[in-house]
């Protein structure tokens, strides 16, 4: 069974860090290139973080540049994102993305269930 399923989510005070979980199974993990979208109440879903497919190139939206990290282990099929300094603004549903597209150009996408992310005091 093909899926992605998040952990890690939960409440946290402003300036509060939290990592994000996600395992992989039932693909070839180390193939695809991997994100973190997060969606907001009544916003488009946006992308967070993005890593390639053997882990070396990240890539981040402004917003979270520099607070937070994107990494991958291809052993264990997880992909994680580390969170700090935590503001309201990152308040969100996260959502855990698979992505990769063949020489020939097929796309192939996966998608998690999600994790709401809460920071409020």
């Known amino acids: 069974q093909v899926q992605l399923v998040e952990s890690g989510g939960g409440l946290v005070q402003p300036g509060g860090s939290l990592r994000l979980s996600c395992a992989a199974s039932?693909?070839?993990?180390?193939?695809?290139?991997m994100n973190w979208y997060r969606q907001a109440p009544g916003k488009e879903r946006e992308l967070v973080a993005g890593?390639?497919?053997?882990?070396?190139?990240?890539n981040y939206a402004d917003s979270v540049k520099g607070r937070f990290t994107i990494s991958r282990d291809n052993a264990k099929n997880m992909v994680y994102l580390r969170m700090n300094s935590l503001k309201p603004e990152d308040t969100a549903v996260y959502y855990c993305?698979?992505?990769?597209?063949?020489?020939?150009?097929?796309?192939?996408?996966?998608w998690g269930q999600g994790t709401q992310v809460t920071v409020s005091s």
């Open positions: 993305n698979a992505k990769k597209t063949t020489d020939w150009g097929m796309k192939y996408e996966i």
């Open positions: 039932g693909f070839t993990f180390s193939t695809y290139a």
């Open positions: 890593i390639s497919s053997t882990g070396g190139s990240t």
